[in-house]
């Protein structure tokens, strides 16, 4: 797909970053774990569980930057 825009990259997040997603007849997207994100706000920025949390919700997980914006997956734990 020469037309198809460049996958987008979060600065600075990239040990989140789970690998490539595809979706038939669309570009490829970089996809990266929430939970990972959180733990990289945490250690880096000194922030706590709760302010990692928020601020992910209202800087990253709804970022729309066009077409090539990342997916966020959200892991489902299983019960021990």
Do not use: H
Request: aromatic share 12%.
């Amino acid at each position: 797909m020469a037309d198809s825009p460049s996958p987008i990259q979060f600065d600075g997040l990239e040990d989140a970053l789970l690998g490539v997603g595809y979706q038939y007849t669309k570009p490829e997207l970089l996809v990266y774990s929430a939970r990972k994100i959180v733990d990289i706000l945490i250690k880096r920025d000194g922030m706590s569980e709760e302010e990692a949390w928020e601020f992910f919700e209202f800087n990253i997980a709804c970022l729309w930057a066009g077409e090539g914006t990342p997916i966020i997956v959200y892991e489902i734990e299983a019960d021990a």
